[in-house]
């Protein structure tokens, strides 16, 4: 099953599994977005169901795995003869979406609901696990600390406040005279 979909002023077409990149839609990575904008729906062997200007109940359902922004668009204005140009950049922000089911009902996806039982569940197992620590028992409290390491006394410390001496510049010899000719 496929279908056509209007998102960001654009339209997509896509089926289950589908990886599109669309104008910058909420959510973060991992969550479940319903793109309600169904115009048609088609199956193989079937006529499509095209909508008046949408199809009434339809849905298509998409995870967001990333959200980024696209490649780097440059805009170069210019006007010939009247020293005007003008040069920037753009990029827009996009999410990637997964498609995981077009629904012509409306009606949630079933791995949807399976995903959000074991982020549950996981939960659970991060609260035990901190209980679990405390029933550990504490370690013996040594008595006999030891004392910090003293660090070494800092030496040339008159030294270390003098800027390094500069070394004289080697004076360079003169060019030796040549003997005049009679």
């Known amino acids: 099953m496929f279908a056509v979909i209007r998102t960001g002023g654009k339209q997509y077409k896509v089926a289950k599994d589908d990886v599109i990149s669309v104008e910058k839609l909420l959510g973060e990575p991992g969550e479940t977005v319903q793109l309600d904008d169904v115009l048609m729906i088609g199956e193989d062997g079937k006529a499509p169901t095209v909508g008046t200007p949408l199809v009434d109940k339809a849905a298509v359902f998409a995870e967001v795995l990333e959200q980024g922004k696209a490649d780097k668009i440059i805009v170069f204005k210019k006007k010939r003869r009247h020293n005007y140009r003008r040069k920037r950049g753009h990029r827009q922000d996009q999410t990637v979406l997964r498609v995981l089911e ?73 060019p030796a005279k040549k003997a005049e000719k009679e």
Do not use: I, L
């Open 102 to 174: 077009v629904s012509p009902t409306g009606t949630k996806p079933k791995a949807a609901a399976k995903k959000a039982a074991p982020k549950k569940a996981d939960a659970d197992t991060k609260k035990a696990k901190p209980a679990a620590k405390a029933d550990a028992p504490a370690k013996e409290d040594t008595t006999t600390a030891k004392a910090p390491a003293k660090k070494p006394a800092a030496k040339k410390v008159a030294a270390a406040d003098k800027p390094a001496a500069k070394k004289p510049a080697a004076k360079k010899k003169a």
